[in-house]
Structure formats: C-alpha cells, structure tokens
C-alpha cells in the first residue's frame, strides 16, 4: 500500500483533471474485480461480486435494492481521486499566469510554492509587492513559468490547464509527507480493501468502487456514482483534519489515534454535511472493537466528504465515513500516520465481512 500512495500522491489529478490518477488506479485493478470503466464525469468504477455487463441488476442504473431478501447487499466504496490546485485564466504580456483555485486553497499556502501542470511544466507562486503583506489575497499571486513573453508562456502552458503542488512523499518513521493525501491515500485504501476482499469467497455483496472525480468542488462524482450504482450501504474513505497540532482545530481526532468514524460534519449552503444514522455508529464502532481495530469518534465543525451527497440519493443511503487523521490538509506537505492507514483499512473490510441483511435493517432502528 505504501508504494501505491507514492505513485498516487507524486500524480497531477486537479479536479476535473484526473486522467492521470484514473490511469494508474485502472493498472492496479487489473485482475481484482469483474469489471472496470469510467463515466461520463471522469469517474473511476470497479465491480465485484459476479457483476457482469449485460446481467439483471449490473448496470450503473435502476438496480432496486435488495436488503430485504437474503441475497447480498449493494455497497458502494467511495474515494475521491483529485486534488486541490490552480487552473490558468490570464497570461500578462510578460508571461506571467494569473490563476483561479480549484477547491479550498490560501495564498498564504500558495505562495512561494512550486506547481507541476499537467503538460509537465514548472511554476514558481509569487505575488505582486505589497506594503503589507497581511492584505495578500489570491488576486495578488501569480505564477512564473519562466517566460520571457506572453507567446513563449503560451508553448509551455494553456489557458485552462491545471497545476497541483510539486512535492514527493517523504517517509519518517510512522507518518508519510506529501502533497495529495487528501485523498489517495483512501484511493491506495480502496484498492487495498479490494485486494482483500478478493480472497472472500463467501461475502456475497456487490460491490461498486467508486474512484470520484470533482469532489473537491462539490462532491459531484460521488452524486453521480451514488445515483447510477443505487447502493443499499456506501463506506466512503477520505481525512479528516487531527485537532493535535499546537493551538490547532478543537477536535478530538489525533494523529495515530486509529481510524476516525465520522459521526458529523457540516458544510454551509445547499450540501449541508452529513449525519451519521446512530445505527451506522453502532454497527460500524462494534465491527472495530471486535477484532481490536483503534478508531475515534470525530465531529467535524466544517468541512465535508463525498457522503455528503451519497446518503441523500433515492430514498437515501445508509452511509459510514471512515477517515485517516491527518494534519496540513490542503498544503504540498500534508502529513498521515500508516498506522491509521492500516486501521481504517482494517476496519473497511471488517464493516463489509459483518455487514447482512439483518445487520442493515437494525441500522434502521
């Protein structure tokens, strides 16, 4: 697993951009489920458990849920693949690109930064000079391509091409650095969970992972997956921000404390979050303490997943949120601890090994 995290975190995928991360990801499905595509919003989607194309109930539309009989359930796994970055708007005639971000970005992050596009060019963030600096705001940055013109800027990027941090994954000890954890990390998991599932002749469900696309700016591939699959339970695997730094955030989630089970988080507007159904909790925490997996409860104050928009399609979604703590979200060094890695994939396949029919129907209650 840890070298699919390198492979993964070194990648350029920005939302709306993750041809690269949907590549690699197909090459270490291979062999692991029936059946692998991707849709129309760029989303990666993998198959197991005797889906095949043409059978009753295997398409990504209409399939009626089935957690009322005593075959398996339908269960979505979902891990989004692109990244926060910047997408040129502007080349000035000295060529230098003014940006917008793609997902949630500081300039205070960005600046003084290096940024890989995705034709492979290197950019440099500065920013326009400031009497004070504390007036900074993402209007004031640019970034330096090393041209001298607006033409020769031009040859080496496009207006509309997207960039992501420049950085590779440092080991140290436990914890891994790099940029992009946020979320291959729950990629590189997913694909773990599948590798041992694979092994599980008896576990009867259907399972679609779902490698999301654009969740960055609105969990948009986790609707659309959600929508075409009709899971009867989904997992969704992303971080959660630790509350262990000096004057951090006021959580109780830390850094190798074990896999973190979402019970809340909030986005303001139309998403709103999500809330864990107590029985989801119940279910999920007591697969954890029967085989002796390390978890925390967290409550996030801000901030979302892709079960934000999951749990809300049909007639809505029974849905868990397991996440590995991490700090530095959305910088070019974010930091996670394997051990927590290890946990929440621990815990993954233990919540789809205890998961039946009855156990769907006591979440219920």
Wanted: hydrophobic fraction near 45%; glycine fraction near 12%.
């Amino acid at each position: 697993m840890l070298e699919l995290i390198g492979e993964l975190t070194e990648l350029t995928g920005v939302s709306g951009q993750e041809g690269q991360v949907r590549m690699a990801l197909r090459r270490h499905l291979e062999g692991l489920v029936d059946r692998v595509f991707s849709d129309p919003l760029g989303n990666l989607l993998a198959y197991r458990a005797g889906i095949r194309p043409g059978s009753a109930g295997s398409g990504p539309a209409g399939a009626g849920s089935r957690a009322g009989t005593g075959a398996g359930l339908k269960v979505l796994l979902a891990a989004h693949m692109d990244e926060v970055g910047v997408i040129a708007r502007k080349v000035d005639e000295r060529g230098f690109v003014r940006f917008s971000t793609l997902g949630s970005l500081t300039p205070q992050v960005l600046l003084g930064q290096r940024v890989r596009f995705t034709s492979g060019t290197i950019g440099v963030v500065s920013c326009e000079r400031l009497e004070d600096m504390g007036q900074l705001t993402l209007r004031h940055l640019y970034v330096d391509v090393g041209a001298a013109t607006r033409e020769e800027a031009l040859a080496r990027i496009s207006i509309g091409e997207t960039a992501s941090f420049c950085s590779i994954l440092v080991r140290r000890d436990h914890q891994l650095v790099a940029k992009a954890l946020d979320d291959r990390v729950g990629c590189a998991i997913v694909v773990e969970c599948l590798r041992r599932l694979a092994s599980r002749e008896g576990l009867a469900h259907e399972i679609c992972a779902a490698f999301t696309a654009q969740e960055e700016v609105g969990v948009r591939g986790a609707r659309v997956a959600a929508q075409g699959w009709q899971p009867d339970f989904a997992v969704v695997v992303d971080v959660t921000p630790a509350g262990d730094t000096p004057k951090g955030l006021e959580y109780e989630v830390t850094l190798g404390g074990g896999a973190a089970v979402k019970l809340m988080d909030n986005i303001p507007g139309a998403l709103g979050g999500f809330l864990a159904p107590p029985g989801v909790t119940r279910f999920v925490q007591a697969a954890a303490d029967r085989r002796g997996i390390r978890w925390q409860p967290e409550v996030l104050e801000r901030g979302s997943t892709d079960a934000a928009a999951i749990h809300l399609v049909g007639p809505g979604v029974l849905t868990a949120v397991i996440s590995v703590p991490i700090r530095y979200s959305h910088t070019p060094h974010e930091v996670v601890d394997m051990r927590d890695v290890e946990a929440v994939a621990a815990l993954v396949v233990a919540v789809l090994e205890d998961l039946d029919a009855a156990s769907w129907q006591r979440m219920l209650e």
